[in-house]
């Protein structure tokens, strides 16, 4: 498209001041930090969700960078629990325990651990005013509209975003693609009429059809998980794989014993998978080589939402009893 994209900014900078969500704390901050979590915070996770339950208190306890940096990776997790994507939180403690300040320039953000493409960029034009685009899922779903890009390449993607930023005021302009992306360029439903884009948009008659979307199967996972008792505290291990790493969890076993007590099952949906969980209880005759916990004290560890409902589960069937 041939097009003078000055009356699109205007637009969009109009737009912006009128409809957009100026009071998001993270939008009223020049503490790359503060930025820098919340963008990591939001990577597959709604906004109010963060807003709501994570951000204030996440900063409480890690005010800064080097605070976060220099925190035991236990406490780091437990203020994440329940956010999930947990290699976000192990990936921001590293990168703090790394640098004391964070660098503007893209290609140094990337080399920090969990800083791709798009959260690089986000960090280079909210927290220094860099003249370059942001990339999440609301602003493709933009630049495939504007454009009739059905299954582009994130080359093609980024080709495009880079044409279309607004080099003077990077900073509103990237916050005003991505609230239009939320509440006007919606996947289903789109107001096109009240788009600032839309004299601009080659995809509005038939919004719909970009980009296409792809068909997932989501395969289910069955695992036998057995709850190890003595004098009434559980055994739980602490995970080194990738999956979950760092976090306490239940043993996960091929074939349930004999002697162990089915109580129930769990479901949890994961982004790639769903995961149902068999559980067992069996109560150790003699103390085994593992660590127990009461109920209380694995209140303080940081855990999984999947092992969260594995001990509803059992608390549950102990109170019929």
């Not at 890009?149 to 980024?158: A, G, I, R, S, V």
Request: positive net charge.
């Amino acid at each position: 498209m041939n097009i003078s994209y000055a009356q699109i900014h205007k637009n969009i900078h109009f737009w912006y001041q009128k409809y957009g969500r100026l009071d998001l704390p993270w939008r009223n901050t020049k503490d790359a930090y503060e930025i820098y979590l919340s963008e990591v915070m939001l990577q597959q996770t709604q906004v109010k969700t963060v807003l709501e339950r994570y951000y204030f208190p996440f900063l409480k306890k890690f005010p800064t960078l080097k605070a976060l940096g220099s925190a035991p990776l236990d406490d780091v997790l437990k203020m994440w629990e329940g956010l999930g994507y947990y290699s976000r939180a192990k990936n921001l403690h590293k990168t703090a325990s790394m640098v004391s300040t964070l660098p503007e320039e893209i290609e140094a953000l990337k080399k920090l651990p969990g800083i791709g493409e798009n959260t690089a960029h986000a960090v280079a034009a909210f927290a220094f005013k860099k003249p370059v685009p942001v990339m999440e899922a609301n602003v493709k779903r933009i630049l495939c509209r504007l454009h009739k890009l059905k299954t582009p390449t994130d080359k093609k993607l980024w080709e495009v975003a880079y044409t279309l930023v607004d080099t003077n005021n990077p900073f509103d302009y990237n916050q005003a693609m991505m609230d239009i992306g939320a509440t006007v360029c919606r996947v289903k439903d789109p107001s096109c009429d009240l788009c600032p884009l839309h004299s601009i948009c080659q995809g509005k008659e038939e919004p719909a059809l970009y980009p296409t979307k792809k068909k997932r199967l989501v395969p289910t996972r069955e695992e036998h998980i057995m709850l190890s008792v003595y004098n009434e505290k559980l055994s739980l291990t602490q995970r080194s794989g990738k999956f979950l790493h760092g976090l306490w969890g239940f043993e996960s076993i091929e074939v349930p014993l004999c002697a162990a007590e089915y109580i129930g099952e769990v479901r949890h949906a994961y982004t790639h998978f769903k995961l149902k969980c068999k559980v067992y209880v069996y109560h150790e005759v003699n103390k085994a080589e593992k660590d127990y916990f009461s109920i209380e004290e694995i209140v303080k560890l940081a855990v999984s939402k999947v092992d969260d409902k594995i001990v509803k589960l059992y608390l549950d069937t102990i109170q019929r009893y």
